[in-house]
């Protein structure tokens, strides 16, 4: 089975631009989240969405980034616009809500580097 | 508030040698979820182990092994006959519901087996 699908891998955008993540779940999977890892801060909860609605973004860390999901298997992470301190791994994970329901699967993660 | 401590920020053994990260974590819940992840130098996350609050046996899976023990909030995890292939960065998380959305994960213990 495939697993959750991120793109791009690395990404090197100046700043001022507009980033965009990518993400496709596992399928079936009902819960799905974005999390930002750096250095200082470790593993950040940024968002997550419950069937594509999102549920708490509190962690979103201001108005320039904003995510979506269109539907059950897509989902964007958007940065606009980018500033260096964005600069980290961004991972999407998903989860099934029923069987081993808050087992949280990650992609391979969103290398991005703003300069 | 949940929380997770893993005291070792780094540790580094010498191939075949056993190894055992430490994992302490707090939480008001009665019913919880521990779990481990590694995150190898390619960057990815990996899923290795779920573990609910009601089953206290230990887990053994090849060369890896889990000791739950609520007395002690611990859930250390052991590495049996270090690979070089096993150094990664060990996560250590805790969820206190059912969907995932509440996950706290650990600072992470960064495992270098030299050859």
């Known amino acids: 089975d495939a697993g959750v699908i991120q793109s791009p891998r690395h990404e090197v955008t100046e700043m001022g631009q507009e980033v965009t993540l990518r993400c496709k779940p596992i399928?079936?999977?009902?819960?799905l989240f974005w999390y930002r890892q750096t250095m200082m801060r470790g593993l950040e909860l940024l968002i997550y969405?419950?069937?594509?609605?999102?549920?708490?973004d509190s962690g979103m860390p201001e108005d320039r980034f904003s995510a979506k999901m269109p539907n059950a298997s897509f989902s964007t992470l958007k940065i606009q616009p980018s500033e260096p301190r964005d600069s980290a791994v961004y991972f999407c994970?998903?989860?099934?809500?029923?069987?081993?329901?808050?087992?949280?699967?990650f992609g391979e993660g969103s290398w991005l580097t703003v300069v | 508030a949940q929380k997770v401590t893993q005291a070792q920020t780094e540790i580094s053994v010498v191939e075949k040698e056993d190894v055992t990260l430490d994992c302490v974590y707090e939480?008001?819940?009665?019913?919880?979820?521990l779990f481990w992840y590694k995150q190898p130098p390619s960057g990815e996350l990996v899923f290795l182990i779920r573990?609910?609050?009601?089953?206290?046996q230990n887990e053994i899976s090849g060369r890896y092994s889990w000791n739950f023990q609520k007395s002690t909030s611990s859930f250390n995890f052991t590495i049996t006959a270090s690979q070089v292939v096993d150094s990664a960065v060990y996560f250590c998380?805790?969820?206190?519901?059912?969907?995932?959305?509440?996950?706290?994960f650990g600072p992470g213990t960064r495992l270098s087996v030299l050859p």
């Open positions: 994970a998903s989860s099934f809500s029923r069987g081993t329901g808050n087992t949280i699967y």
């Open positions: 399928s079936g999977h009902d819960y």
């Open positions: 969405f419950n069937n594509n609605v999102p549920i708490d």
């Open positions: 939480t008001r819940d009665t019913t919880y979820y």
């Open positions: 573990r609910n609050s009601f089953d206290e």
């Open positions: 998380a805790l969820s206190e519901d059912n969907y995932g959305q509440n996950f706290v």
